[in-house]
């Protein structure tokens, strides 16, 4: 059982792309990342501290400055040893295998098909469905009283990077493979319900006033009003948060709170309803289990190890409270004189008698042993 839980438990650390396998996906990682960092600091910016700066500069922060700012800051972190002494000098990595230019970014060119499919497959299916009769859902009283928050657009448009951070950040193959199935099942199960089930929602109108109602008009102007339901968005970055928790703690939990946030956006600016986020992350959860339940049922394992583990210490303890408890007065001493004992022989060896005889050396000249008789 020890074995058995030491292999799980090990980390998957090494499924994380490096700087030295692949530097053009690192960089493509951390300007996605930088992106949805430029997005936070606009919906920040622009709901508590709107600043008197044109569009176009707005623009340039989310696109240009901030993810290049983001980029150089990893490479610099990366490559610390570049830029400060060192006694040692780091060793140098192993030279990887020759390859061509397809299997070198095989997964940036799948990245980049999955995006198109993704995007192309949505803008496809609502321009069949157009002429279509579409349907409403119910909505909740406190739904319908939600104002639109138009400084939300930027909390919405993260999802764009964020689906693609699994493309970029993961390696191992085997892995890369089923969360890549999965992506591609989730968008034919949502294409499906759109094609057969459109769903439409009615949209307040817009007054732009302000970069943020500027944005959402462009989101509104791009992406129709109809299927709605379930929510693409939502299912995209939670089955990207699930992807990343899976090798990377830290990460992946933040990616999965990035995703409660898109999951709010898309209310908050009047995009979905309360249960097109719903149906999607019962979808997303479902398919994730179906390809990852191998992975799932070992994590199980893992932690019903060590609840074991818990269990038997907890009991040992109980047992030798209650032991001692029962010894009583003299007994009691005894049995600590007894254990004191044992430990100060195990330390410093075992207490000579003073009366004893001295044991016999080769050195010794011969005795009589008549005369140690009285």
Not at 2 to 14: F, G, M, S, Y
Request: charged content about 20%; aromatic content about 14%; some cysteine.
């Amino acid at each position: 059982m020890d074995a058995r839980l030491k292999v799980l438990r090990q980390r998957r650390t090494d499924w994380i792309i490096t700087w030295q396998q692949n530097k053009v996906r690192w960089i493509l990682f951390y300007y996605l990342v930088g992106l949805i960092l430029s997005c936070l600091f606009l919906f920040l910016e622009e709901a508590f501290f709107p600043l008197p700066i044109r569009y176009l500069h707005k623009s340039l922060t989310i696109l240009v400055w901030i993810p290049c700012a983001t980029v150089l800051v990893s490479i610099a972190v990366t490559n610390r040893h570049r830029f400060l002494p060192t006694m040692d000098a780091d060793p140098q990595p192993e030279e990887p295998a020759p390859q061509d230019f397809f299997q070198r970014y095989a997964q940036i060119l799948l990245a980049m098909l999955m995006f198109g499919i993704w995007a192309a497959g949505y803008y496809f299916i609502a321009f069949i469905t157009e002429a279509h009769t579409t349907h409403t859902l119910p909505t909740f009283a406190w739904e319908r009283e939600v104002l639109l928050t138009p400084e939300f657009v930027f909390i919405y448009l993260t999802i764009y990077p964020t689906f693609l951070l699994p493309f970029l950040f993961i390696h191992q193959k085997d892995f890369f493979r089923l969360f890549s199935f999965a992506y591609i099942t989730v968008m034919c199960v949502c294409y499906l319900v759109y094609l057969f089930y459109p769903v439409s929602i009615d949209r307040p109108e817009l007054v732009v006033h302000s970069f943020s109602t500027w944005v959402l008009g462009i989101v509104y102007g791009a992406d129709r009003p109809w299927n709605c339901f379930p929510s693409l968005h939502v299912a995209m970055s939670l089955l990207a948060a699930l992807t990343i928790l899976e090798v990377h703690r830290i990460r992946g939990m933040l990616t999965l709170l990035l995703t409660f946030w898109i999951a709010f956006s898309t209310v908050l600016i009047k995009q979905h309803y309360v249960l097109d986020v719903v149906a999607a992350m019962l979808l997303t959860v479902t398919i994730y289990f179906v390809y990852m339940r191998r992975k799932i049922l070992n994590t199980l394992y893992v932690n019903i190890l060590r609840a074991e583990e818990n269990l038997e210490k907890w009991i040992n303890r109980k047992i030798d409270s209650r032991v001692w408890d029962s010894l009583e007065g003299p007994l009691r001493t005894r049995v600590r004189e007894m254990v004191q004992t044992m430990i100060d022989e195990s330390l410093t060896g075992p207490k000579k008698d003073p009366d004893s005889p001295r044991p016999f050396s080769e050195g010794d000249p011969p005795r009589n042993i008549q005369e140690d008789k009285p």
